[in-house]
């Protein structure tokens, strides 16, 4: 690797007047100048003085102009994000242009105020000078936005704009507005419920893991709008994190979330939730998957129950000598209580000795 030390004791041909002469020539057929006067401090303070002249022009005019805020009303169970450079400058220290609409709320409402200024670079001119033209985004069309994204594009159906600041459930109107919105919500939020129920009765099993946070959100929602009237199954058999459990590898059908061994073909989930129900045996296969502080577990596990087996035998053991024993004595005793009639018999009726 070179150090600049290398590089200071390299020979360096200087071009003659013949090479400066063509170098200059083609940089004035491709730039329309030398690369030192396209280049120069000159010329690129005039192009950035005609940018800021057009900027002050153009706020000027929107400043007569004087553009009112617009409102942007979320009622749907996700944030609404427009990508882009503009919309970036709208959002919320978390990222967040328009919050999602939680259960039970009625609305999010965001307001977008004041003009916002793009740059459209539209090449250099004659005069060899970079021309960049400030393009004016008045709130109307940045709220429109939301308006493209999620009605014309998604089509979810509650998300509406208008102009003012005013809250959505002030004015007659904006009420109307307000719960036409929440009929077409409504209305795609049961699509997706739909979607999640094909989903879940997928007989391999395997359509359940395109059951979302959204479909859950979804269905919670129409609950609380008393739409549906109990829960879904797959609402009740996702996890915290809003999705459903994995379909079991081995036949791809989707138990229990607890479940520590599938009731269909008997495939270990949990195997040391299964070694402790007393479901496997020590030495199961599926304790190949355990871990180390789970050996450890599965070890004091069997520790313990070979030595309750152990005294459990020891226990078995001395009561079956216990039994035995007195089994004994009860023979002697009932020996005992016959003496010596007992060697008698009896002929003809008669007692005789043998």
């Known amino acids: 690797m070179s150090t600049l030390q290398d590089l200071e004791k390299l020979a360096v041909a200087l071009p003659n007047d013949q ?5 200059a020539a083609k940089q004035q057929r491709e730039m329309g100048g030398t690369f030192d006067k396209v280049f120069s401090p000159e010329g690129y303070g005039e192009g950035v003085r005609r940018m800021h002249q057009k900027r002050n022009e153009t706020a000027a005019l929107m400043a007569r102009l004087s553009p009112k805020p617009w409102s942007v009303v979320n009622l749907m169970p996700f944030p609404l994000n427009v990508n882009g450079v503009l919309h970036s400058h709208l959002a919320n220290p978390n990222g967040v242009q328009v919050p999602e609409c939680p259960v039970g709320q009625d609305f999010q409402h ?3 105020k004041g ?3 793009s740059i459209k670079d539209e090449g250099a001119g004659m005069d060899n000078l970079d021309n960049y033209t400030p393009v004016a985004w008045d709130p109307s069309i940045l709220a429109q936005d939301y308006v493209i994204e ?3 594009k998604m089509g979810c159906g509650g998300v509406f704009i208008y102009e003012g600041d005013q809250k959505p459930d002030s004015l007659p109107e904006l009420k ?4 036409v919105a929440r009929q077409a919500r409504n209305r795609w939020l049961l699509r997706k419920v739909q979607e999640a129920e094909a989903d879940w009765a997928d007989s391999s099993g395997r359509g359940r893991k395109n059951i979302t946070e959204l479909h859950r959100k979804a269905a919670e929602i129409l609950l609380h709008e008393k739409i549906l009237k109990q829960q879904p199954a797959w609402l009740l058999a996702t996890n915290e994190a809003g999705k459903a459990p994995d379909p079991c590898p081995g036949c791809g059908e989707v138990s229990d979330k607890n479940a520590a061994i ?3 073909c008997r495939y270990v989930y949990q ?11 020590y030495g199961h296969v599926s304790m190949d998957r355990l ?5 450890a577990d599965v070890n004091k596990i069997k520790g313990e129950r070979d030595e309750a087996k152990r005294k459990g035998q020891i226990e078995h053991k001395a009561k079956a000598v216990a039994e035995e024993s007195q089994d004994s004595k009860t023979d002697d005793v009932h020996s005992s209580a016959h003496g010596p009639a007992a060697n008698h018999v009896h002929v003809n009726g008669k007692a005789a000795l043998p």
């Open 271 to 281: 195997p040391l939730k299964a070694y402790e129900a007393a479901l496997i045996e």
């Open 110 to 112: 965001k307001v977008i």
């Open 176 to 179: 109307s507005r307000l719960e």
């Open 291 to 295: 871990s180390e502080t789970d050996w």
């Open 19 to 23: 090479q400066w002469s063509a170098a």
């Open 150 to 152: 999620f009605l014309t």
């Open 115 to 117: 003009v916002l200024y």
């Open 262 to 264: 599938c009731k269909n």
